[in-house]
């Protein structure tokens, strides 16, 4: 892959600790390096220590994330609480405020060079979307999809953004040398709710055409319709719409999960809704006693969907729900909290089958 000029010439270039530590001591002026685009967020380039983060309890063994924050600006992303490990709030912070790892391809090939490396399945956008759209500039993503299929090593990649169909050629490599699976995040077609909830990401169907295009190309792809968020996405008109979508649109199967709020992003959600729906406080309040919906409206809406997953023949994705890792311990210096993945993300197969590793053969 061909080097790409950097947006900014900043010279030597911060370490994510480094600006963490700079932020807690000066506050958002310390951010005084970081460039505005025209999408009005600013954007600091960082340096990593590693680009892989191990993680524990899932399905897959490793996460990868080229940026932190993300343009998308999604209400419900669970990743807002993962921001103020640098003392940034959840709120305009997340969507505002993206870190680029500028070297986290050439730290990455170095980590799968290492004669330890076993090939265990790496999950990409954890905490990110990997395919936001400086992705279109700095090609971080490419370039480390490049590396992992120089490396065998098997992938899943989770996104909302539609450029994913531009790396088509390389995800076929990765699918040809171990495995890979793509999962588009397409929590609704319904377009109300979508401009509301998702007010960074391209409209579902453009999504869903993207999963389209990969599927037509030969790459496993399928649809993630998570989060499912009670009063927005919930309607079973909405819901049926959604999952007729999918299956129209040749996806090789779905998976769904209700929303769930934990600190940081239940705070920045609750006022979202406090602010722009507050009819619906009350009733998120009795739903949500803590992180997670009541069991038994899990269970119904989970209940309508197999319904409608039925009807359209839409192949469900399951598995098991490993629990989440504890974020909590890791310093800002430590890309593993923000990486870490979540139920959300977990309760689905990523390769679609057993959870493949495959052991380096030199």
């Known amino acids: 892959m061909d080097e790409q000029p950097l947006i900014f010439d900043l010279g030597r270039r911060p370490t994510t600790r480094a600006v963490a530590l700079r932020i807690r001591e000066n506050g958002e002026a310390a951010l005084d390096e970081a460039r505005r685009r025209a999408d009005a967020a600013r954007y600091q380039e960082v340096t990593c220590r590693s680009a892989l983060n191990r993680v524990e309890g899932m399905p897959f063994s490793w996460t990868l994330n080229p940026y932190r924050g993300c343009t998308h600006g999604c209400h419900y992303c669970f990743a807002r609480r993962y921001q103020t490990q640098f003392q940034l709030g959840p709120d305009d912070h997340f969507s505002s405020v993206i870190f680029v ?9 170095r980590e799968l060079d290492k004669p330890s ?11 990110t979307d990997p395919y936001q759209p400086i992705e279109g500039h700095y090609k971080l993503t490419r370039g480390a999809l490049e590396a992992l299929a120089a490396a065998r090593t098997p992938i899943g990649l989770v996104t909302k953004g539609p450029m994913v169909v531009r790396d088509a050629d ?28 998702e007010p960074g990401t391209a409209p579902p169907l453009q999504r869903l055409r993207a999963v389209r295009a990969l599927r037509d190309a030969g790459v496993r792809a399928g649809v993630l319709m998570a989060p499912v968020v009670p009063g927005f996405t919930t309607q079973p008109a909405r819901l049926e719409a959604t999952v007729k979508a999918v299956a129209d649109h040749g996806a090789l199967f779905m998976g769904a999960n209700v929303l769930y709020l934990k600190e940081g992003t239940r705070d920045h959600f609750m006022k979202f809704l406090a602010e722009q729906f507050p009819q619906m406080v ?9 992180a997670y919906a009541r069991p038994e409206y899990v269970k119904a809406v989970k209940s309508m969907i197999d319904v409608l997953q039925d009807r359209y023949r839409v192949r469900p994705r399951r598995a098991e729900a490993p629990r989440e890792p504890d974020a909590g311990a890791a310093d800002a210096d430590s890309d593993s909290a ?25």
């Not at 390389?170 to 609704?188: I, K, N, Q």
């Not at 009350?282 to 803590?290: I, K, P, T, V």
Request: glycine share 8%; with cysteine.
């Open 117 to 127: 490396w076993e090939r265990d399945q790496v999950a990409v956008g954890t905490a």
């Open 282 to 290: 009350d009733g998120y309040n009795r739903l949500y006693a803590g």
């Open 170 to 197: 390389v995800l076929l490599e990765v699918g040809r040398r171990s495995a890979c699976t793509v999962y588009m995040s397409v929590p609704t077609v319904d377009e109300d709710a979508w401009r509301v909830l």
């Open 338 to 362: 923000a990486d870490s993945p979540t139920p959300e993300q977990v309760s689905f197969n990523w390769l679609g089958g057993p959870t493949t590793r495959l052991r380096r053969d030199r």
């Open 101 to 109: 790892k500028t070297n986290l391809v050439e730290v990455l090939r």
